[in-house]
């Protein structure tokens, strides 16, 4: 089934959402010749701030690519290890050596690693790291 942006309307005070209708032919109840009826077909929600035309090119990409879900967090052992698989263990550790004592016992103690944590997100400014490297950075992460 393909969806055209035209059979799509918006639902009042419900952002990124729509109402899908579609023309059917049906037989008149009284007369019996055919007619065109619209009919809904269902509710559909989008993702924050998407647009109606992106929503469908969506509905009918026959393959789409699958989504990568960046997690928000992990594990000491993975920080660490993925330092180590990055060569920026000893970078790192020089680096927590210079700052203040909060910031060294958050290294030293922490369990889990939150990305949006302000001292990590300080150690990965120093690192010159952009967001798309840190989303790497995490993802590689959370795969050991």
């Known amino acids: 089934m393909m969806f055209h942006v035209e059979d799509f309307a918006p639902i009042e005070g419900a952002p990124n959402q729509w109402v899908h209708s579609s023309l059917r032919e049906m037989e008149d109840p009284e007369t019996g010749e055919p007619i065109e009826v619209r009919i809904n077909d269902g ?6 701030g998407q647009t ?6 969506e509905l009918n ?11 928000d ?9 993925q330092l180590i698989d990055d060569g ?6 020089g680096w927590i050596a210079t700052q203040d004592e909060r910031t060294q016992a958050a290294y030293a103690d922490s369990g889990t690693f939150v990305r949006t944590d302000a001292m990590l997100q300080d150690g990965f400014a120093a690192l010159e790291f952009d967001s798309l490297r840190v989303d790497q950075f995490f993802t590689a992460a959370a795969k050991l």
């Not at 990409?61 to 997690?71: G, L, N, S």
């Open 61 to 71: 990409d026959p393959d789409p690519a699958p989504r990568v879900i960046i997690p």
């Open 43 to 48: 509710w559909f929600t989008g993702r924050p």
């Open 73 to 81: 967090r992990v594990s000491r052992r993975q920080f660490r290890l």
């Open 52 to 57: 109606l035309e992106s929503f469908v090119a």
């Open 88 to 93: 920026l263990l000893a970078l790192v550790e």
